[in-house]
Every structure is written in structure tokens, then in C-alpha cells.
């Protein structure tokens, strides 16, 4: 039986190699698409895989909302970034108005990932 550990490790695997093809055969690829190839590759049955999918992302949400950083070896970062306080133009109302400072998530993908998808997708 794998361990919800050794599932991440290979959606995250899996992850970046459909990451890498989608362009060639899909427009986009949604959750669903995800959790069948997963299931597909690794023979798990898809109810599980898709607790999985959906654990990992919960996890990773929650980690960021405490403010708790995410590294993925040869994957890539879910991080927080804070926004500094900036003033910008309503220019339906020709008024300045000003958007306070913010933290928003982001993620960096590995150097590896990064390399990969410049060699192969085309």
C-alpha cells in the first residue's frame, strides 16, 4: 500500500511530465484530467487519488495562510510574497485611490522544471 507521501511524490512527478506534454496534446488540464493520469500511471484507484490531489492542495493552502512557505525539491515553491502599498487611477471616476499592502501567493518552479519545459515544449 503507498503512503499519502509517496503519492504526492508521484503526482508531483506526474505533475511535470503532463506539465511538459500538455502543450503538445491538451489546450489546458483541469483536476480531473490530473487525477485519471495519475490513477492511469500508477494503477491507485481514482476516489483515492483524488483525496490525495485534493489533501496536498489543502495543505499547501493552509501552510501559505500561516504564513509557512512550501518547497517541493526539483518541483518548485509555493511561497508568500507581500505587495508594498501603491496608489493607482480609477479613471472611470478620475480619482487616485490607493491599494494597501497585501500578501498574495506565488509559485517558482525548480531550475529543473524550468530547464525541462524550455528543452522539450516547443
Known amino acids: 500500500m503507498l503512503y499519502c ?6 503526482f508531483a512527478h ?3 511530465l503532463i506539465n511538459t506534454l500538455k502543450i503538445k496534446y491538451f489546450k489546458e488540464m483541469t483536476k480531473a484530467d ?9 494503477g491507485i484507484e481514482k476516489v483515492t487519488v483524488q483525496k490525495t490531489v485534493e489533501a496536498f492542495m489543502e495543505t ?6 500561516e ?12 511561497v508568500v ?4 502599498e501603491k496608489t493607482a487611477r480609477n ?5 487616485t485611490i490607493i491599494i ?9 518552479p525548480a531550475k529543473s522544471f524550468v530547464a525541462k519545459v524550455k528543452k522539450q515544449v516547443k
Open 34 to 42: 490530473i487525477v485519471n493520469e495519475i490513477s492511469k500511471n500508477t
Open 14 to 16: 506526474q505533475f511535470v
Open 5 to 10: 507521501s509517496q503519492i504526492i511524490f508521484i
Open 81 to 84: 510574497k507581500k505587495r508594498a
Open 60 to 65: 499547501v493552502k493552509d501552510s501559505l495562510v
Open 100 to 108: 494597501p499592502a497585501h500578501n498574495i501567493p506565488s509559485f517558482k
Open 67 to 78: 504564513g509557512k512557505n512550501v518547497y517541493l525539491r526539483g518541483f518548485g515553491s509555493y
Open 91 to 95: 479613471i472611470s471616476k478620475n480619482t
